[in-house]
């Protein structure tokens, strides 16, 4: 479902506005986040303010919400034309190797190495701060501060119309791995909720430039593909980061994990910056050449 509905909102968009559909969309996203824990207690108390059905009631006005909203995106969303005729069109599907130029791969090491970093940090955050003598209010504030900032991630879409998406992207992902180093090396918890909200806001504006920059650099007709593999990057990296993180926490490092899966996003950061600098010095290039026969085309008209 995740790479369908990437694919959808990269052929809904064109490449002037790419970036802040993707921006909405992350909004939409950590607004459901934060309105959750806001709605989640009168839901309770509506169930009964206890028993099984109190925590049914949350589950299944969120269920019926979510069935209601795929309702009525599928009687009011359709395909674009030009998608249609272009997947209308038979052909031969490329091997994935193919599809795997440097600069795809480069995407790939970020959300690789990124989404280890996240996989060890939700496992072992709320244990950290409450070794650390935190409460659970505490706990759930510092998720609050993190997911409020993300909000303004449609502010980040337009920043990346704009301007340069490599460097919102890396800027921002370089930022979030740093906070993950902070978060592991220190023990100070005023220091950890400003660095949270920093964390934040650096996702806010580098998530909907990378999005929009990966479909630059994959052949539409094979983005949901590339897309599709990249979740798969994902999950399995997530996969891997919390299954090795609680036996890393126990026996070895203590929070100090946090700060080796951070350490970890910044090595693949450190891969992928130069090659992919290289790929948005080139999309430059190619862009203001395609203006300059526009333009050229105006003027003879």
């Known amino acids: 479902m995740t790479p369908a509905g990437q694919a959808l909102v990269a052929e809904l968009s064109t490449e002037d506005t790419r970036s802040r559909a993707y921006g909405w969309l992350t909004t939409a996203q950590f607004g459901g986040l934060v309105a959750g824990p806001v709605l989640a207690v009168p839901l309770y108390n509506l169930g009964g303010g206890q028993g099984k059905w109190a925590f049914y009631s949350i589950f299944l006005f969120g269920s019926v ?23 209308e069109t038979k052909v031969a599907h490329p091997s994935y190797r193919r599809l795997l130029p440097r600069p795809v791969l480069a995407f790939l090491v970020v959300a690789s190495t990124g989404h280890f970093a996240m996989g060890v940090f939700e496992v072992v955050w709320s244990l950290w701060l409450r070794h650390l003598g935190a409460s659970m209010r505490y706990v759930g504030l510092t998720w609050v501060a993190f997911s409020v900032p993300m909000l303004l991630s449609f502010v980040g879409g337009y920043l990346a119309d704009r301007y340069n ?82 036996l890393l926490y126990e026996n070895y490092l203590s929070g100090y994990v946090i700060s080796v899966a951070g350490a970890v996003s910044l090595m693949g950061l450190a891969f992928a910056a130069p090659v992919l600098f290289k790929e948005w010095e080139r999309i430059k290039r190619v862009g203001a050449v395609r203006s300059e026969v526009f333009v050229s085309m105006q003027d003879d008209d």
């Open 65 to 87: 919400l979510s069935a209601a909203t795929a309702g009525l995106l599928l009687f009011t969303l359709r395909e674009p034309e030009h998608a249609r005729r272009r997947r």
């Open 165 to 246: 998406r490599w460097v919102l992207m890396f800027s921002g992902y370089f930022i979030s791995a740093l906070a993950w180093i902070t978060y592991g090396a220190t023990t100070n918890l005023t220091l950890f909720m400003v660095v949270n909200v920093i964390e934040g806001f650096a996702v806010a504006w580098s998530y909907p430039a990378k999005a929009a920059f990966l479909v630059q650099v994959v052949p539409p007709r094979w983005l949901g593909s590339v897309q599709g593999l990249e979740q798969t990057f994902i999950q399995i990296a997530g996969l891997v980061g919390t299954l090795t993180a609680p």
